[in-house]
Structure formats: C-alpha cells, structure tokens
C-alpha cells in the first residue's frame, strides 16, 4: 500500500477535494493532507478555522491532516510548494505526492520541472528579467520558458503552475517522492468554467449568507461550515482593513521594501494606498498595477506587517501540528513519531518543549492566528487559539 501525500488549502474543502481523494484512494493507498493554517496561498485570511477545515479532510477521506503553517502557507507558488514538499519529505513514511491539474499528465509535468531548472533557462530568464524590469515575473518566467521550450509547458492552469512548483522541488533536491496527478475536474480556481465548484466561488457566495453555498459542496463541508458560521467563527476578511491601515499609515516605503515579495515601488504604492483608502478592497486595488497582481500585493502587505524575510522563507519548515486524524491517520501519526525528523506539535502549548527554532516560527504563526481571530463575526483571543486541538475520530 503506497502513502499519499496531497499538499492544499481545503478553504474550503468542496467536491473537487473529495474528487482527488477518492481517485487516490481507489488505488487502495493511504492519504496525508498537509494543508494551509491560518493564511492561504494568495494573501488571504482562510475562511473557516483550520481545525474545522482539517475535520472536513477527514470526512472526505483524508486518514491524516498535518499543517503547512505560516508564512510558508501564504507564499507564491515556489515558497508554498518548498514548505509543503519540505514537510512531506522529512515525515519518512509517504512515498508519493500528489496533486490535481488542468493537464492530468505527470511526465509533462516533470518534463517542464526539468527543463526550468535548466542552466540554459536560467541564463534566458535572468536575462529576460533585466529587459523586462515592468512585466510581472511570472509572466516573463512563461514566455521565456516557452520560447526556449515551445508550447509543452504547462502554465496555463494554476494547478498545473503549482505541480511544475512541486515537481522542481522534488528533482532539484533528489528526494525519494513519486509524483502523481489527477485530472482537475470543474471551474478553474477563479471561478471559471463549468462542473465542481471552485474553493473562490463557494467563499465569494458565502459573503450572501451560508445558506447561498448549499450544494456547492458536499454535506458535510457545509454541515461544519455552517456550523462555524452559527458561532460567529468565519472569516470577514474586510475586518481587518483597520489593522492592515494603520500599519502603513504609521511607517514609511523604506522600512517595508526589505520584506519578502516587496522591494522599493511597490512599498510606496502600498503606502500610499494605505494613506488613501477607506476598505481592505480598495487599498489592495488601488495598490495594484499590470506587474503587482493583487494576490502580490497581499503576500508583501502581509509579510511587510508580520516582518516574514525572503531568509525566513529559505528555511525549512520548523514544525508542523497534528489538525487531524483517524484510525488509518493514528497509524501514521506513529510511525512518522518515529521516523520523522520535524517535530510534530499535537496541541499549540506543546511548542515549548522544542528548541529556539521552534518557538520562533511558532510565535509567527501565532502571530497571524492571533490577527486572523479579529477578522471573525465573533472575534476570538489568543487564549482561544492556544487551547484548540487536533480532531481525532476514535
């Protein structure tokens, strides 16, 4: 029996999610989510408690839920995927890594890994980046890519991206992980398209009142998402625009272009936007430009305010915490004690039983839970975030 590793935000967990898991399942292997805390991929406030996201894995399929905590969790797709494939491969029991795409085709997929971590495609890209100092890198990362290589990468599809982001990650550190992939299958991450709906559909529909996401996600997402609403625990992600405006109202474009995803022209547009808005929407749109998309700007705002380095993001996950597990997961749970060469933290007070590097990247994190808690319909303490624990199915 293979152990599979899916490594992914759940925010929240719809049926694209139970797609995948049960298409891995069918090969009668073992499933470890590792899966986004408190801040997500693009800059934003998850939706719903990660502890409530990671019971919804579970109910879905997943044997065992493990956190890919900040600020790795909210980093671009090279950051994110470095965190997530950094945790996976030092468990010592998950042989495989898998994950959806637009292209449902793993050779293709490390194929185009292989060729961007080229000498040759290094050169062509640093070269293309000092003649196109205005275009936004990802965008000249793509057209150098494909006129080296033609049309056979696969950058089209955001899950595709973040699969190549996976695949470099595996082949340029010679880790023992397969890869696998499974056809995506609904409306692409911004909501197009037809079929399942997507993560960004259900949350923009959630705004109407939970009542709007029925039936856009199984039964029992919806049965612990509406739960979380009725007390008052989901996300209002507006509510944070005093916290994030008077941050840039009391500093200036020097002290925050040094942050990670920053550097001198947009930390003064986002200063100013700062100094200009009346709402979180505004300030990001007003900081925006054709070469800092909006999910930029809300990784540098983010990491400008919590002080995350581009070193910080160089170094391996310290830890990750238990979120989940069931019988098959506590399983696993045992043999990763005793193979695993990352702390695991079962309950948020455990952080100070491990050494300095722990503790540090703990309090970060806890430093964005702490912020997201003020986001909630029913604001929650610090106190509340450090005695949650781990949902476990006995």
Known sequence: MKNYAIICEYNPFH????????KIKEQGGTVTAVMSGDFCQRGEAAMADKYAR???ALAGGADLVLELPFPYSAAGAEKFAFGGVSIISRMG??????FGSECGDAELIKKTAKNALSAEFSAALSAALRENKEKPYGTVYFETYN????????????????????????????????ISTVKRTGESYNG???????ATSI?????????????????????????????????EAEKLFAVFASFLRTHTPSEI???AENDSSLAARIIKAGEGAYTLAELYSLACTKKYSPAHVRRALLFAYFGVTDEMLASKPAYTVLLAANARGRELLAKARKSADIPIITKPADFEKYGDDVKNAFLLARKAAAVRALALEAPASVGDIMRKGPYVER
């Open 15 to 22: 049926f694209g999610h139970e797609y995948q898991i049960r």
């Open 54 to 56: 990671a019971k919804m």
């Open 93 to 98: 029991f998950i042989d495989t890594l898998s």
């Open 147 to 178: 006129s080296l290589f033609g049309g056979e990468g696969v950058f089209s599809g955001s899950n595709n991206i973040l699969g190549v982001a996976y695949a470099s990650e595996i082949i340029k550190n010679g880790l023992p992980l397969e």
């Open 192 to 198: 197009g398209g037809t079929g399942f709906a997507s």
């Open 203 to 235: 949350r923009e529909n959630a705004q109407k009142g939970i009542e709007a996401v029925r039936g856009m996600l199984p039964q029992y997402s919806f049965d612990i998402l509406k739960g979380e609403a009725e007390k008052g625990a989901l996300c």
């Open 257 to 259: 272009e040094s942050f």
